[in-house]
């Protein structure tokens, strides 16, 4: 996992993100980058969007990958790993 500091330019990094992007058609790669990752966590305000925590913070496909979810930003929300176990659980119980 990345460390981020305050030396990220989080300009470049949503540019270095659609440049990614843009390398696949369709779903894409299983896991975020880091740069997604970044991204996704700066959108959200580094919390939890499901508890508003700010630890151990993951990045999460809003429609999960093995339904065919897309590894882009706009699939991706930040999750604690709490939430998004729970959430695991959940859409394994379908
Ligand atoms: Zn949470």
């Known amino acids: 996992m990345t460390t981020f ?12 993100c659609r440049r990614f992007e ?17 991204v996704v966590w700066h959108r959200d305000s580094y919390k939890c969007i499901n508890c508003g925590s700010d630890h151990r913070l993951t990045v999460d496909h809003i429609k999960p990958w093995y339904l065919g979810g897309e590894t882009r930003i706009k699939n ?3 999750l604690c790993k709490p939430c998004n176990w729970d959430k695991f659980r959940e859409d394994g119980s379908k």
């Open 5 to 16: 500091n305050s030396l990220v330019n989080i300009k470049a990094a949503r540019t270095a």
């Open 22 to 38: 843009a390398t696949f058609k369709g779903q894409g790669p299983r896991y975020f980058q880091d740069v997604q990752i970044l």
């Open 76 to 78: 991706a929300q930040t």
